[in-house]
Structures are given as structure tokens and as C-alpha cells.
């Protein structure tokens, strides 16, 4: 991996299983794919992080079992209750600028109280995000410059202190992450200054928090526009590189980077990935962990057809296309890619109801609720394992086993329009019969059994038919008697 000029070879790539060394292809035209489940290759990293909590519908819908079912590892504060937040924002927790940060009475933590303990009683933890919510309507309100960026920083530090140390009636949550503000590049909905303004107000904010509090982990500035890449060479973009090098020039605290990352390609978020950590580390930034925390499916890798201009029917269509069996294969796909890649910690966007996320307005799970499900039930077998799998046929794929050694996984995602016949060659079960239960992921009337038996021998040869797009788990007990 290699930075010189800005540039990232995006031919550095790895992926998480391995290229077959033999035809990719079977006789029959069949794309082989191999698992050798006694070949250990690490873990499954958790990263189906996620944004926004489960309390929303104005206080009539709750997500909370929904939620819980996928083992969430951490769940980002941004856009909560959107379009009209009223939780989590400056605006909602220290609703006057000119208040007094040291005092209890300038503070409204009533509604965030109960967001944050709705998000905790799924078990996920929390990377609270200190800032404003985008603000799409042509009159701006709360994304301006603070007037005082120390007064700002100290009603952080009140805020810290209300869900970390018990502070105004508060909690002992440990909140490690906090983030100050999102996507200061995206302009004017998220920020109406220039870039030094910004610089200024995280200088000032991250200097006076990590000051307080030299444990917890302060970071930012979720940049959206990151870069591009040219001819196979990722190049920063201004802001970017600007944010970058002030933070070094400055000495600033950075114990996280965030960034985003919308695409159709599961394979540029990897790219991604890679960039973003090349980019820390030729600053001096080894130790500054990477977070992708907002990521998804953008069909057609356009924003055209999700803007205000865009007829209200194709606009719907998009929405249908993200919510449907594409996004949930999009999404376990490109959770496996990042198994191999350098981040920390990765967040959907996002976990609540509507536009961009898992849910109907009505809180009814769409089909990519599944897609995170299904790699939730993945992670059942953390085990790692080896796979060898055909190259550029579009497929997705990783395995692995329980603790106990007592239930094997393999979950395989086909993105893209084509059907694909698999020949599917599975070695190195710790038993010598196998029952399987083979179950697509994707519709929104949730997981479907599509096949199952008993198979025995110590390899097994299974014939899968991923439709595209498709998500395919299979599952491996021991045989009963």
C-alpha cells in the first residue's frame, strides 16, 4: 500500500476469499466455490454497525425487538428523527447559544434521555455524534458556525458529563466515541462556513474535550466527499487532505476518523477503506482508528433519481430498489468485503424507518433488514474459515463455525441482475453427517427454506441457485441419529 501525491493504488485491493488457483469454472458451466471448514482464517468482524435508535414515529412505533435480533455492535447518533429532530442535535440538548455550559437548567435532555436508554436496551453501544442534523430546506437554522466555538465546546462537555458521569440528573452510560459534527464539506446543508471555520471550531472542541476527558476517543469530521479515484489512483480530496494536515500540523486529538462512503460497488467501499488508512498513516496517524460510518446501497451509483427534481415514481423506485433483495445483497456483500479491510467500525445508514433504512414508515422490517440480518446469523459461526471461491462472477461469500465447534455457516450474496449456478464443495466438517438447511434472504416476508437434507462423507458436493440478486445462507449440524 502505497501514498505518493495523494494518490492510492486501488490495485492493492485483497479480498476476503481467495481466488481459485484451478478453472473457476466446473464442466458444466457451474461457478466453484470451495469452504474448508478446518482451515482456520481468523474472524468474523462485527462491523453491521448502525445509525439512528429504535424510538421514533412520534413515540408510536418501537424497533427495539427488531433491532435486538441483530446483535447491533454500535450505533451512530445522526439525522435522528429526521426530518424534524428533536433528540441528540445542539439545538435539541442546549437549545440557547448564549446559555451558561455549567449550568443544569441550560440544558433539555428529557427526549435524548429516553433515545439513548431505547438504543442500550438493544445492546448495541452508542458513538455519539455532536453536532446538527442535514437541513435540506432552502432557510438554514442550526448548520451555521457557532458564534462562540468555547461556548460550544464547553455544552459538549456538559453533555459528556450528563451521560458518562451521572452530571444533572444524568447517567454512567460510558460513551467511548464522540464525533464533532458531520460532512463539514457538504454545503450548505451541513455547514454555511468556510473550511477554516470548521477547522477552527474542531481545534477548539477537541483540544477542550480530550483536555476533560483524555480517555475517551474524540474524532470526526464524517466526511462524505473523500475523494475519487483516477486510472486505478485514489486522489484526497481538498478538504480532506486540508482537514488531514491541519490536524497534524496542529497536533489536534484524532483518536478516530470518520468518513462515508454511497455507492453500487461493494468493492470501492473496500477500496475505500484502504485509501482512508493510507492517507492517516503517511500523516503520522497509525494509531487513529477508521470508521465508515455512514455507508449504503445508492442504485445505479446516482443521486439524481433520489433528489427533489426527480419524479415522485422513478424517486420511489430507487427507494424500492434499496429496500429490496439489491440492497440486501449489496449490504451482506459489502460487510464480507470489509472483513479484510482497515476499519474499526462500520454504520449502516440507516437503522429507522423510511428513506434509507430497514423499516416502513409503520415499522414493518424491508428486505434489507434481512441482509443484515442474515450476516447477523453469520456471525453466530465467528469462526473464520477458509473459502476459495471463482473469480469475477459477481458473488460475495465467508463461513465459519461456532466456539463450540457444533454449527457451521456459509453465507453467499449474488449482487447484480444474473442467476448463477454454484457447485458447491464443502470440506472439513468436525462430523461425519451433516444436516443443512439452505435459506434465502432478501424478500420482506422475511427468510425462506429453500432446501434441506443429510449429507454424508467428509466432502460434500451441493448445487446452488443464487437468482440474481440473491443471499443464500446455509446452515450445518451435526446429522441426528
Given at each position: 500500500m502505497t501514498l505518493a501525491g495523494g494518490a492510492f493504488a486501488l490495485n492493492s485491493l485483497a479480498f476476503s476469499a481467495e481466488k481459485s488457483p484451478t478453472s473457476p469454472l466446473t464442466e458444466n458451466g457451474q461457478i466453484r466455490i470451495e469452504v474448508e471448514f478446518d482451515k482456520p482464517n481468523g474472524l468474523l468482524r462485527p462491523l453491521h454497525g448502525v445509525n439512528k435508535g429504535p424510538l421514533v414515529g412520534g413515540g408510536l412505533v418501537d424497533l427495539t425487538a427488531s433491532l435486538k435480533a441483530l446483535h447491533i455492535p454500535w450505533?451512530?447518533?445522526?439525522?435522528?428523527?429526521?426530518?424534524?429532530?428533536?433528540?441528540?442535535?445542539?439545538?435539541?440538548?442546549?437549545?440557547r447559544p448564549e446559555a451558561d455550559p455549567g449550568l443544569e437548567s441550560s440544558y433539555d435532555f428529557a427526549r435524548t434521555d429516553r433515545y439513548l436508554e431505547g438504543i442500550r436496551a438493544t445492546?448495541?453501544?452508542?458513538?455519539?455524534?455532536?453536532?446538527?442534523?442535514?437541513?435540506?430546506?432552502?432557510?438554514?437554522?442550526?448548520?451555521?458556525?457557532?458564534?462562540?466555538?468555547?461556548?460550544?465546546?464547553?455544552?459538549?462537555?456538559?453533555?459528556?458529563?450528563?451521560?458518562?458521569?451521572?452530571?444533572?440528573?444524568?447517567?454512567?452510560?460510558?460513551?467511548?466515541y464522540w464525533e464533532i459534527w458531520n460532512e463539514p464539506e457538504n454545503r450548505p446543508v451541513m455547514w454555511t462556513g468556510n473550511d477554516e471555520q470548521f477547522f477552527a471550531l474542531y481545534r477548539t472542541a477537541s483540544r477542550a474535550i480530550k483536555?476533560?476527558?483524555?480517555?475517551?476517543?474524540?474524532?470526526?469530521?464524517?466526511?462524505?466527499?473523500?475523494g475519487s479515484f483516477t486510472n486505478g489512483e485514489f486522489q484526497e480530496s481538498l478538504f480532506l487532505k486540508n482537514f488531514l494536515d491541519h490536524c497534524q500540523r496542529e497536533s489536534l486529538p484524532l483518536d478516530f476518523f470518520s468518513w462515508h462512503c454511497y455507492t453500487d460497488d461493494p468493492k470501492e467501499i473496500s477500496a475505500r477503506a484502504r485509501a482512508m488508512r493510507a492517507s492517516l498513516d503517511a500523516r503520522g496517524f497509525v494509531r487513529t482508528e477508521s470508521h465508515l460510518n455512514e455507508w449504503?446501497?445508492?442504485?445505479?451509483?446516482?443521486?439524481?433519481?433520489?433528489?427533489?427534481?426527480?419524479?415522485?415514481?422513478?424517486?420511489?423506485?430507487?427507494?424500492?430498489?434499496?429496500?429490496?433483495?439489491?440492497?440486501?445483497?449489496?449490504?451482506?456483500?459489502?460487510l464480507m468485503e470489509l472483513q479484510d479491510s482497515p476499519v474499526e467500525i462500520a454504520n449502516l445508514f440507516h437503522a429507522e424507518t423510511g428513506a434509507f433504512g430497514l423499516f416502513s414508515e409503520q415499522g414493518v422490517p424491508y428486505g434489507n433488514y434481512y441482509g443484515l440480518l442474515a450476516f447477523a446469523r453469520l456471525l453466530e459461526t465467528a469462526?473464520?474459515?477458509?473459502?476459495?471461491?471463482?473469480?469475477?462472477?459477481?458473488?460475495?461469500?465467508?463461513?465459519?463455525?461456532?466456539?463450540?465447534?457444533?454449527?457451521?455457516?456459509?453465507?453467499?450474496?449474488?449482487?447484480?441482475p444474473a442467476a448463477k449456478a454454484i457447485e458447491l464443495s464443502v470440506k472439513g466438517l468436525p462430523w461425519k453427517g451433516s444436516d443443512f438447511e439452505m435459506q434465502r434472504y432478501g424478500s420482506p416476508e422475511g427468510p425462506k427454506t429453500i432446501e434441506r437434507g443429510s449429507l454424508i462423507g467428509g466432502q460434500i458436493k451441493l448445487s446452488v441457485h443464487a437468482p440474481g440478486p440473491s443471499l443464500t445462507l446455509i446452515t450445518f449440524l451435526e446429522k441426528r441419529d
Open positions: 450505533t451512530r447518533l445522526h439525522d435522528c428523527h429526521f426530518p424534524n429532530p428533536d433528540v441528540v442535535d445542539m439545538q435539541a440538548v442546549f437549545p445492546g448495541s453501544g452508542i458513538v455519539y455524534r455532536l453536532g446538527q442534523s442535514i437541513e435540506h430546506e432552502p432557510i438554514k437554522k442550526w448548520v451555521h458556525p457557532p458564534a462562540n466555538a468555547a461556548r460550544w465546546a464547553d455544552a459538549c462537555i456538559g453533555i459528556i458529563r450528563h451521560y458518562n458521569e451521572g452530571w444533572a440528573n444524568g447517567f454512567h452510560f460510558g460513551i467511548p483536555g476533560k476527558f483524555p480517555h475517551l476517543k474524540i474524532g470526526g469530521p464524517a466526511i462524505g466527499g473523500t449504503n446501497y445508492l442504485p445505479d451509483n446516482s443521486w439524481s433519481p433520489l433528489s427533489r427534481e426527480t419524479p415522485a415514481a422513478e424517486r420511489e423506485r430507487a427507494y424500492e430498489k434499496m429496500a429490496g433483495p439489491n440492497g440486501a445483497a449489496f449490504i451482506a456483500a459489502a469462526h473464520r474459515v477458509k473459502i476459495v471461491v471463482a473469480e469475477s462472477h459477481g458473488l460475495s461469500c465467508a463461513a465459519g463455525l461456532n466456539v463450540d465447534g457444533k454449527k457451521a455457516s456459509l453465507l453467499i450474496s449474488s449482487f447484480g
